[in-house]
Structures are given as structure tokens and as C-alpha cells.
């Protein structure tokens, strides 16, 4: 175990066990210690003073961010192992979680006692959901589905629709509804959610897949994994003209996206000739058709998701948990806080040594008489 790694562990958890801001004293970025390990963090969402997070291995997890750089995580609803897939949505005090063929309706209105109160079988794996007041938009496989959530105990199919070719992603601005194709895309009116009515489509044959749609005034900025970012024009839905491609490097695939204001937040999966990692971009978007890259941040794995609180950035990074940034300048992102894949299970300090216990380490014991500069003990 590296060095700094040690320092890491042990500040974290002095931390923990005596709420001393002990981090900042030493100039040390600090590590997870929550004694729940979060799996691979996919995707992230903001209500109410907090961060939920999709992470595939332990379902959704609920973290306090009351201290915003020093999320908490404090309860979650647990979904059964091997899941194929895994998406959630959140609309007033519910969480819409899609996994598999599966819609569970859960409460978060306790955040500390999430608690299921509707299940609905699809028959179709999941490929995305987006709630929104009392009806759930799910697609999976050749199919969209509007669900009526009016009653969450019993989720009910309002209406469906069929399509020849796989829907991929879905986006909501208000009473439009996109969802990308195998191929194209289509434009809903769901103004009347129980009604799913096209009001226009586009052939765009070298769409593949896409991931994450998002919107910027009367634009569509779609995340479409190896053409990169995805600019559609739906000013007038039924007209709709041939999209912008937006993309940086040919070995960066485009996996999320998140606007706030005049800022786009990407994340790529990046695959090069020796080895694979994950980057986190910032760009202008103030004319959505030319975004500009202000500054690219490098993580360890795949950067999945991005949600965004004033100059706090939140950050799904596959096997690191959830990374928090804080935004500065409106263009660069300093990294504060990261969870982990190993979970600290507990810390003993007697006089100047320190019993540091780890899932998957075990224990490993520490000189602690110059705290900044901890050491192992043969």
C-alpha cells in the first residue's frame, strides 16, 4: 500500500470518528469513509440537499451533502446482484428506478428510510427512464412506455409504442420528448402523457448509440458515444434539419452530458492503444452548434455522469465512487472529494500507532507520532 494512500486512510478517518477537519489541515485529498462500498457509480442526481447516485453492484445510493465537498452517504435501496442494467429517475418524493425489466417505485421522502411502494413488470431491459409529475417514460428495447404514477403503489401502462429500430436514449424539455434511435431520432408532444404522439423524425444513419440527452435553449445536446457530442436543432420539431457533431478526439466516446447555464459538463470514455481511462470536459456552450473546451480533467476510470450545484460538480466514475470538483472561474475543476472502491472499515489509534482495517487489506498498522507523515510498521 503506497504511502500516501496510508495518509489518505488515516486523516480520512480521524475525520470520521471525530468530525475534525483535519483533511484540510494537512493539504491531503481525502478518501471514502463510509463503511458501505458504493459499487461503480453510473449516474448521479440533486434533490432536496441531496446526491443520489446509480451504481451498479448496490443500487441506489443516498448521500447528505448539507457539507457539499463532503458528501455523506447515508442510506440507499438496495437491488439485486447482477443486474444487466440499471437507470433511475426522480420526481417530487419519488425514485423511479428502472433495472433490468423491472420499474420500482421508491420513497425518498425520509432520505435516511428509502422504502419500495410499487413494482411494475416491463418485460423489456432497461435502457432509460425519465420521470416527470405523475407519469415515467421508460424505453427498452423496441418500445416506449408512458407510465401513470398517479397512484405509486400501483404504476399502470398508460399507453406504448412500437419501433423497428432500438430507441437508445431519452430526453424531456417540457412537453417535447426526444428519443434517440438505432439510426435517427424521433420528437414526441406529451403534453397529454397518456398519449405519445409524434410530431417529427430524422434518418441519421451513422447513429449507433447514444447515452444521455440533455438541452440548452432549443437545442437537443445529445451524448452520442463515438460521434462524440451531438447538436440537434428543435425549434421546429416537425422540420427537423440535419444535426451538429461536436467531437475532440476520435478515441473519446461520449457517454454523458450536463448543461448548466452556459456550460456543458462531458464525460468520455477513453480508450487508447495501451490502456483505458475516463475524462471530464468543461465547454462553452453559449452558441450550442460550436461548443468550445475550456479545460479536461483525467480520472481512472469511465466518467459517467455529471450533476451540477452552483460551483459544485458531481461526478459518477465507475469504480471511484463519486468524485466532487468545485468549479472555478466557470472553466477548470479542482478535485475535493472522491469516494472509493475499498471500503474503510475501521481505525484504533493507541498512543502513536494506528490500527487502519480495510475490505480486501485487512489490517495495517501505522506510526502516527508525525500525523502528515504516517508510515507502516514492519
Given amino acids: ?10 486523516l480520512t478517518a480521524i475525520q470520521a470518528l471525530t468530525n475534525e477537519p483535519v483533511l484540510a ?19 448521479v ?60 417505485i421508491v420513497d425518498i421522502r425520509e432520505p435516511n428510510h428509502p422504502h419500495e411502494i410499487g413494482h411494475l413488470y416491463l418485460n423489456y431491459a432497461a435502457r432509460g427512464v425519465i420521470a416527470k409529475g405523475n407519469h415515467v417514460f421508460v424505453i427498452g428495447a423496441h418500445s416506449l412506455f408512458s407510465i401513470d404514477i398517479s397512484d405509486p403503489t400501483q404504476p399502470r401502462i398508460a399507453t406504448w409504442r412500437f419501433f423497428q429500430n432500438t430507441p437508445l436514449s431519452i430526453g424531456l424539455r417540457n412537453h417535447l420528448l426526444v428519443m434517440t434511435q438505432y439510426h435517427g431520432v424521433t420528437i414526441f408532444d406529451v403534453s397529454n402523457p397518456d398519449s405519445l404522439n409524434i410530431l417529427g423524425q430524422r434518418d441519421i444513419e451513422e447513429l449507433q448509440s447514444s447515452y444521455q440527452i440533455t438541452f440548452k435553449d432549443n437545442f437537443a445536446l445529445i451524448a452520442a458515444y463515438n460521434l462524440g457530442l451531438m447538436v440537434l436543432d428543435i425549434s421546429d420539431p416537425t422540420h ?41 470536459q ?36 465507475h469504480y471511484d465512487g463519486v468524485i466532487v470538483y468545485n468549479l472555478v472561474d466557470d472553466s477548470t ?46
Fill in 333 to 378: 475543476l479542482t478535485r475535493k472529494f472522491s469516494t472509493s472502491s475499498f471500503v474503510l472499515q475501521d481505525v484504533a489509534v493507541s498512543g502513536n500507532t494506528a490500527f487502519v482495517h480495510q475490505l480486501d487489506f485487512g489490517i495495517t498498522t501505522l506510526n502516527v507520532s508525525e500525523p502528515a507523515s504516517p508510515f507502516i510498521l514492519d
Fill in 240 to 280: 427537423l434539419e440535419a444535426p451538429h457533431f461536436f467531437q475532440e478526439n476520435a478515441n473519446y466516446s461520449l457517454v454523458g452530458v450536463t448543461v448548466k447555464n452556459n456550460r456543458a459538463f462531458i464525460s468520455n470514455h477513453v480508450q487508447s492503444e495501451d490502456q483505458n481511462w475516463g475524462l471530464l
Fill in 45 to 104: 442526481a440533486l434533490s432536496n440537499g441531496h446526491l443520489f447516485a446509480g451504481c451498479r453492484g448496490s443500487g441506489l445510493r443516498i448521500l447528505d451533502i448539507s457539507n457539499t465537498i463532503f458528501p455523506a452517504d447515508i442510506s440507499g435501496y438496495d437491488l439485486a446482484a447482477g443486474l444487466s442494467h440499471f437507470e433511475f429517475s426522480l420526481t417530487g418524493h419519488l425514485a423511479c428506478i428502472f433495472a433490468d425489466s423491472n420499474l420500482v
Fill in 282 to 317: 468543461v465547454a462553452d456552450i453559449s452558441d450550442p452548434m460550436n461548443p468550445r473546451i475550456l479545460s479536461s480533467t483525467r480520472v481512472q476510470y469511465t466518467a459517467w455522469d455529471t450533476a451540477v450545484m452552483d460551483t459544485t460538480v458531481y461526478l459518477a466514475a
Fill in 1 to 10: 500500500m503506497k504511502m500516501k494512500t496510508i495518509a489518505w486512510v488515516l
Fill in 25 to 43: 489541515d494537512f493539504g491531503i485529498q481525502p478518501v471514502v469513509t463510509t463503511s458501505k462500498t458504493m459499487g461503480t457509480a453510473e449516474s
